[in-house]
């Protein structure tokens, strides 16, 4: 009996832990930001917490595995990256300024010479067929069920605008950036920009 009891003294708490885990990881996964693309609001080897199940908005930064999205990427691999286009949206950029369905959109979260380097001008139909897009190339409009992405460090990010969009299903969640981050500019950028997407 004593080793009965024994026993359960540590099984018990491991697996409450490992309920613990499992529960935690349905609900929020913890990413490493590899890269400058989405500076200067998410720096190289950040900390992120991406929450899965919460709904994606325009302006929200998420995480999706770019194997199957990004045709260089062969296996398993986060990206980090803003959401600019929902589908059924018309996304161009003309002069350092986003605009989505002809409405102007917020560049708050970035500088003036950074909306400028790098974004050049172009129309979802013409980086498709630029870039040659392996899928949707020559489309006009954001597809059903997928959405379109760019880093906020426009002039090194490799983002939508070279391979596409990326499909609901290959998205892993929204990012928000913890009290740990104490850049509050960055914080608000990442976390509440989709608030104040159009000027």
Known sequence: MRAFKEVLSWVIPVAIGLLIALLINQFFHFVRVDGPSMQPNLQNNERVVCYRHETI???NVIVFNADGVDPQVSKK???VKRVIGLPGDTVKSQNGNLYVNGKKVDQGYISQVQRKQGTGNWTLQSISKRNNWLSHNGATKVPAGEYFV??????VSNDGRYWGFVPKN?????????????TQPARNNVNNQWKHYFK
Do not use: A, E, I, Q
């Open 150 to 155: 760019l880093g906020d460090h426009r002039s």
């Open 77 to 79: 691999t986060d990206y």
């Open 170 to 182: 290959k998205v892993t969640g929204v990012v928000k950036v913890g009290f740990w981050n104490r």
């Open 57 to 59: 908005h325009r302006g």
